[in-house]
């Protein structure tokens, strides 16, 4: 190679190398926690480590499998140690944009290849000349800036696609995604890494080179066309599974809710209806001063409603009536209970969220307690209340302390997510539909673990600017 023509490659490959870098930092940038200045820190790493993999490449250090696999190591790398967020999703959006990246440009290379065979061949009717021609520098380079091109142009358009992918999933969920991903990835690898090596191009005598190019160049492009619709229906197809067991879960809490609203409606009027009845009987205590027996029989009045007085006097009979039953659950598993819950006059967040944000909560607390060993003494703490125009609320339960701390951190961001622990399978089960809930009124979850004490808070803006809301 002339020192021209290897001067033109040089140029032509930091110039889409270069594309190629902005367009995974953008993609990185979305997804994860970080900014201009992450996204160009990792860009510079990212380069840099590619441009040192090309140098050895070049110098004939580094085979091609090598350098590919190097790289994407080196992506995810960079992109653990530069963004922040779950290391699982991390991970997941690395290997989503090598996947991405690699199909594409495999797949436009074969593709255009085939095209550009297909095109000398009718041009200038000599399979061997047509051959020796396709494969020239200048070919090599425009098929270069084009699958480049389709590339970056994939990562930009695919990058808002995946933004549900990336919404409220667990760290497991992520990592399940990403194995099978990475396996497509290297399966390309070596195959891409064979074709080169002319290991697909196979000569029985019957054959020229320029049919032997076009076959392994087809192959490579059914291949990686099958791959990558592999991967999108993989992808997509996790998310639509998550997405309908979410709703499920949503669905089975208003279910629960109705029911309970049937059930305490349904009690109300039962006492309303035989209202008449109760007062002629307390008048006849009253009158014959038998203030016990009146008392006693009060106390039934209000169990019978659902209304017994006790803790649960909130401002809302929605949820004076959950926390009511909730109550009773957690008197019958001898479980201590503490509530002090306040919902401000005219609040804007409707009763069905709330229902849905504090009955998932206090199922997960009920449920941890019931898990306790018996020599631990079981309990439930719920506050709620206004703090700087935001309705604030807490509720703390007792959980077994055994490898709590390796199980679950205290750390959790502001958004719900953990910065580095994750969420308790028994405890993550209603999260999904609590945040789902706390999204709505652009608020946020923390949770965490301490001690043998579990600690979830959920903090939602009682104010906030026209059209914020979702």
Partial sequence: MSGAAGLWDGVLWLACSLLYVRSISRFLGRHLSGGRLKEGIFGLLLFCGRLLLKIQMAGGGVPYILYAVSSHILLGIFSIAVFGGEKAKQFLAAVLAVVMTELIWNFGESFLSCVALLLF???????QAAAAIAIGPWTGRILTIMTYGAGIWAVSRLSKALDPVFAGKRGSWYLCLSMPLMFIVLVTDLVNWAASNGIMVQDWGKFGLYENQLFSHGAMCVFIGLSMAAAVFYVFGMD???????????????????EMMEEQYSRIERLRHDMKNHL???ENLTRNQQWQQALEYLHGMTAMGGVDAGDEVTGSLVMDALLYHKRQQALEMDIRWQCDVRV??????KEMDLCIIAGNILDNALEACARLHKKEEPFIRVYMGTVKKCLFLEAQNSMAKEGTEDRIKSDGDIDGRQKNGRILPRHGLGLGNIRSAVERYNGAVRVGAENGVFTISVLLP???????RR
Wanted: with cysteine; glycine share 8%.
């Fill in 121 to 127: 061949r009718v041009a200038e009717g000599n399979g």
């Fill in 240 to 258: 639509k599974i998550w997405r309908e067991a979410q709703e499920r879960e949503q669905y089975r809490a208003q279910v629960a809710y109705y």
């Fill in 344 to 349: 401000p006059k005219d609040c804007p967040v």
């Fill in 462 to 468: 009682l104010y906030w600017e026209e059209g914020r």
């Fill in 280 to 282: 002629l009987a307390l």
